[in-house]
């Protein structure tokens, strides 16, 4: 059996992307409701609220998990 540590990545990736000097990071989710995608959402908001980066509900998108699904949601941050 698998296990994946969806807040913890979530947080990995956005305490990068502030390391590189990035202040507006979006987050593009999966379906609202889906476990995964609250537990990636947790994680993001409390990388964000630890060095002071802007929560913006505006820069968070939920999504269908595919590829269609990703590339409307990253037009939607535009």
Request: charged share 20%.
């Amino acid at each position: 059996m698998i296990n994946v540590d969806d807040r913890y990545g979530a947080r990995q990736a956005v305490d990068y992307l502030a390391s590189a000097g990035h202040k507006q990071i979006a987050f593009i989710a999966g379906p609202e409701y889906e476990r995964g995608s609250q537990e990636r959402l947790a994680g993001y908001q409390e990388s964000m609220t630890s060095p002071n980066l802007p929560l913006r509900d505006d820069l968070v998108v939920y999504c269908v998990p595919d590829s269609e699904g990703g590339y409307s949601a990253a037009w939607l941050l535009f």
